[in-house]
């Protein structure tokens, strides 16, 4: 369903691991708003939600709620470290657009 590089799969490996509870996985959604229709959320979770589709990669549980599959299957999210700044980075195949900043898509 979502991919992830193996920069990505460093990071959140790293966020984890500086985190003192227990973590069962990342969550990731399509939420409406945005520069573009829709914005990607995701943040690391205890416990995964009521529905929720479940995929592992590379160790990692990947959450995602029935709402956001259809949006996001075949996404990769990649980590970017560079002089622009970090963070992470979306390669949606569903995506018509995106804005500017690449958080946002329709």
């Known amino acids: ?3 992830l590089t193996p920069t990505a799969v460093e990071a959140l490996r790293s966020a984890i691991q500086a985190t003192s509870t227990p973590i069962a996985g ?3 959604t ?3 708003g945005g520069c ?5 959320q995701m943040g690391l979770v205890e ?3 009521p529905g ?3 995929c592992k990669k590379d160790g990692l ?3 995602v709620d029935p709402d956001s599959a259809d949006l996001l299957t075949g996404t990769t999210i990649d980590y970017l470290n560079g002089l622009d700044g ?3 980075a979306f390669d949606n195949p569903n995506a018509k657009s995106t804005c500017s900043c690449g958080k946002s898509f329709c």
């Open 61 to 63: 549980t990947i959450f």
């Open 36 to 40: 573009s229709g829709y914005k990607y």
């Open 26 to 28: 990342l969550r990731v």
């Open 86 to 88: 970090s963070g992470f």
């Open 52 to 54: 929720d589709f479940a």
């Open 30 to 32: 399509a939420e409406s």
């Open 1 to 3: 369903m979502i991919e």
């Open 47 to 49: 416990s995964s939600q």
